[in-house]
């Protein structure tokens, strides 16, 4: 649940000259902004890393250290660590079965309880009151077992769920064996907070004004045609593909088109050029039919 689907408006406080301020007033303000940056981390961002978090260990290392960094979650909470943190290898000699154990090294926003009181204050006539709470991101190894696949899994279901709904945010891998790494930290599990870009895929279609080059004896057209694709914003030059949509077949048997697959050349961000052969069969030459076909386009960038 986020501030769109709890509040029936958005409200911002205001003040005036000699107002009386209690301390749900100034906790609201916190918590608006606190929850419309949330809103704009769901927003436009993924469960994930956004920067720094590293995590480094070698070989035969019994702990492994990460670095100061900043993560988001699905709510869009944000994690910060702000200074490199030792975390102990799991202290597990191997599987039941000799083989080696895989951990997953994962990071979450602290619960309200766990966070911990940095500046206490006496009120006025009431008593001692906690004016600062300190963030400090939990850092938990998630056991790992083989699925049917062979896919790594996690073994308790509760943290198998939180990390599948980004509650928790994977940072690194490790095989243990006998207490310590049996290889250096693996970082592939990672996921970035920034939406990937690509690829980019966009597609469209387009009447077709042709040029033609025919060779009337053999009923041999060679066609060409500029496709325009800039409306789709390309930034690189995309892999085209394009097909021809139209009428091959006419009423009369004897009166058909026959074509090849279309090539693609001279490709750029905002188009390319299309060239074509067909064969016309019988009075199908006159009437060209291809004159009524579109060009229906995909560009993967």
């Given at each position: 649940?986020?501030?769109?689907d709890e509040t029936?408006?958005?409200?911002?406080?205001s003040?005036?000259n000699?107002?009386r301020?209690?301390?749900?007033?100034?906790?609201?303000?916190?918590?608006f902004?606190?929850?419309?940056?949330?809103?704009?981390n769901?927003?436009?961002?993924?469960?994930?890393?956004?920067?720094?978090?590293?995590?480094?260990?070698?070989?035969?290392?019994?702990e492994?250290?990460?670095?100061?960094?900043y993560?988001?979650?699905?709510?869009?909470?944000?994690?910060?660590l702000?200074r490199?943190?030792v975390?102990?290898v799991?202290?597990?000699a191997?599987?039941?079965?000799?083989?080696?154990?895989?951990?997953?090294?994962?990071v979450?926003?602290?619960?309200?309880?766990?966070l911990?009181e940095a500046?206490?204050?006496?009120?006025?006539?009431?008593r001692?009151g906690?004016?600062?709470?300190?963030?400090?991101?939990?850092?938990?190894?998630?056991?790992?077992?083989?699925d049917?696949?062979?896919h790594?899994t996690?073994?308790d279901?509760?943290?198998?769920?939180?990390?599948?709904?980004?509650?928790?945010?994977?940072?690194?891998?490790?095989?243990?064996?006998?207490?310590r790494?049996?290889?250096?930290?693996?970082?592939?599990?990672?996921?970035?907070?920034?939406?990937?870009?690509?690829?980019?895929?966009?597609?469209?279609s387009?009447d077709?004004d042709?040029?033609?080059?025919?060779?009337?004896?053999?009923?041999?057209?060679?066609l060409?045609?500029?496709?325009?694709t800039?409306?789709?914003?390309?930034q690189?030059?995309p892999?085209?593909?394009?097909?021809?949509?139209?009428q091959r077949?006419?009423?009369?048997?004897?009166n058909?088109?026959?074509?090849?697959?279309?090539?693609?050349?001279?490709?750029?961000?905002?188009?390319?050029?299309?060239?074509?052969?067909?064969?016309?069969?019988?009075?199908?030459?006159?009437?060209k039919?291809?004159?009524?076909?579109?060009?229906?386009?995909?560009?993967v960038?």
């Amino acid at each position: 649940m986020g501030i769109l689907d709890e509040t029936a408006f958005v409200e911002r406080l205001s003040f005036f000259n000699g107002q009386r301020l209690f301390a749900d007033d100034l906790q609201g303000i916190e918590a608006f902004h606190r929850e419309m940056r949330q809103l704009h981390n769901v927003s436009l961002h993924q469960p994930g890393i956004g920067r720094g978090l590293a995590v480094s260990g070698k070989r035969d290392d019994r702990e492994v250290r990460v670095g100061p960094g900043y993560a988001l979650d699905s709510l869009g909470r944000e994690i910060v660590l702000t200074r490199d943190k030792v975390e102990p290898v799991p202290p597990v000699a191997a599987e039941d079965d000799g083989q080696s154990v895989f951990f997953d090294l994962v990071v979450s926003y602290p619960a309200d309880e766990l966070l911990e009181e940095a500046e206490t204050r006496e009120g006025i006539c009431l008593r001692r009151g906690v004016v600062r709470r300190r963030e400090e991101p939990v850092l938990c190894w998630v056991r790992l077992r083989r699925d049917g696949a062979e896919h790594l899994t996690p073994l308790d279901e509760t943290l198998k769920q939180e990390v599948a709904r980004g509650l928790r945010i994977v940072l690194a891998r490790v095989e243990v064996l006998e207490c310590r790494l049996r290889q250096d930290v693996s970082l592939a599990e990672r996921r970035s907070a920034r939406l990937a870009c690509q690829p980019y895929i966009a597609c469209g279609s387009q009447d077709i004004d042709w040029v033609e080059n025919s060779d009337a004896e053999r009923g041999i057209v060679s066609l060409t045609a500029a496709i325009d694709t800039s409306a789709a914003g390309f930034q690189t030059t995309p892999c085209y593909s394009v097909r021809l949509d139209g009428q091959r077949v006419t009423h009369d048997p004897l009166n058909l088109v026959f074509d090849l697959p279309p090539s693609v050349r001279d490709a750029s961000p905002v188009g390319f050029t299309i060239e074509i052969l067909i064969v016309a069969v019988g009075a199908v030459r006159e009437t060209k039919p291809w004159n009524d076909w579109q060009a229906v386009w995909m560009g993967v960038e």
